[in-house]
């Protein structure tokens, strides 16, 4: 079984990329590399890129391109990001959002071998992301409806106390859909020699399936 080396996960806020992502790593051997987790990292850790971008997440909107790809760029150049042979391996999610980010990784020749479009409809997203509670100790995703912690509130891995990111309410998350249209839906025609395209709405665990299968079996389209 050949597996990609550079992998792309493409998708709305909200279509399941971090689930899927968790499965590719368990099952691969892949790093991931989540620009959201590593930006609300920084804003943890109150750096100055961090007090930056959150001036840009708190409102749904993308954080700058430069900061971005310096970001990543510094990221894909560690040790874990690299096979025995020193081939460059890596699962992105949430990178690239814009055209100039994409173009970014192919100066550097990191291009995809695959990218992994999940393909879900607005209104589903609402749904998913208005419910959805993150535990900021270890990622671990809950919601309000489809995935309770066993005690209310506290996530049931680290017994962090779970939040409901400010990104994650009613009005920026219809700002993030729109600016996912207008900046980062363009990558689905950029990247169609490499595009596996999957229907998110279903259960997490279909949806895992359908993305293993057409990932080891190398098809684009
Ligand atoms: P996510 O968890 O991937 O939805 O990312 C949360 C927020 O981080 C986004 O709404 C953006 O404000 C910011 N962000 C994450 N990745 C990027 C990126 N590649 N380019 C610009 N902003 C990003």
Not at 145 to 160: L, M, R, S, Y
Request: glycine share 10%; proline share 5%; aromatic share 4%.
């Amino acid at each position: 079984m050949t597996t990609p080396n550079r992998m792309i996960l493409l998708g709305a806020p909200g279509a399941g990329k971090g689930t899927v992502a968790k499965g590719l790593v368990d099952h691969l051997k892949v790093t991931h590399l989540s620009t959201g987790d590593m930006l609300r990292a920084a804003v943890a850790a109150g750096t100055e890129v961090g007090l930056h971008a959150k001036t840009f997440m708190d409102r749904g909107a993308l954080v700058p391109d430069d900061v971005m790809v310096a970001l990543i760029a510094e990221r894909v150049s560690q040790d874990d990001c690299k096979s025995e042979d020193g081939t460059v391996r890596f699962l992105l999610d949430g990178f690239p959002r814009t055209l100039p980010q994409a173009d970014a990784l192919d100066d550097r020749g990191l291009g995809p071998d695959a990218v992994i479009h999940l393909d879900v409809a607005n209104e589903v997203v609402v749904g998913r992301l208005t419910g959805r509670r993150s535990c900021p100790g270890c990622g671990a995703p809950y919601h309000v409806e489809f995935k309770q912690p066993k005690v209310a509130g506290i996530c049931d891995i680290c017994d962090t106390a779970l939040v409901h990111r400010a990104d994650d309410r009613e009005e920026p998350i219809r700002k993030r859909l729109a600016t996912y249209s207008a900046q980062t839906s363009p990558l689905v025609e950029r990247y169609s020699a490499e595009l596996i395209t999957i229907d998110g709405d279903n259960a997490p665990s279909a949806v895992l399936n359908a993305v293993l299968e057409r990932v080891s079996a190398g098809s684009a389209g």
